[in-house]
């Protein structure tokens, strides 16, 4: 159902832009698993005390008893929701809706292949982006802690925490392809494909802050990933898991 020259042209055409946001990931994901230790984790823990409401807003809320438990509030809170997100946006809309606002999607439905294809093949490209960079981080993660702290290295929660930050992507990357496909300029694909997303991400912000905002996390996707979070780290404290209920 795909184009193979045209897959292969798009993953050529990703490869600057990969590598941009597989540098930014390494270089976060190394640093804050560096960063974990009891004196370390004090003075975090510090920061969120003095901004209780800004850090929560970001998914930090401190407090880590283990090392999962310190990825999860100052990595998975923002980094990794934010940066691939980026990356599904950008991606989305260039695949479809940038051809159709420069002109050049005529060359593409003018060749001897169906609509259908050219679709999934674009989507195909999309797919193993975000595929690439959340298995990338994976890696990265896996052995910065097992050079690091090879201790507090528990695989099986990992793997069910990306897996989870991959069924989130993928589903926010849903979201700007279908854009890009029905709207035939790029600002409303911008508008509706980031737009949707961005506003998820405000609505949990907003959530994590606590209080008669709180109940907000109800309308937003975003919610169904930290409820994974809090059902695989099972061993974090009442006190970490609070933002994800």
Known sequence: ?????????????????????CAVITMYVAIIINMYDPEMTKTLDRFVEMMP???ASVGMKGNASNLLGFMVSYLYGFILLIFPMLLCILRGNALIAKYVDKGSMVSLVAAPVKRRTIAFTQMAVLIS?????????????IICIAGSFPEEQDLKKLMILNIGLLCLHLFIGSICFLFSCVCSD?????????????FMYVLQMLANTGGKAEKIKYFTFLRCFLRIICLQEKTMRESELRYCL
Not at 186 to 198: D, E, H, R
């Open 53 to 55: 409401e800004l850090m």
């Open 1 to 21: 159902m795909i184009n193979k020259t045209l897959y292969i042209r798009e993953i050529k055409g990703s490869i600057k832009i990969m590598a941009a946001f």
């Open 129 to 141: 982006n975000i595929v690439f960079v959340v298995l990338y981080g994976t890696i990265v993660e």
């Open 186 to 198: 790029v600002k409303y694909s911008i508008a509706f494909g980031a737009g949707i997303p961005a």
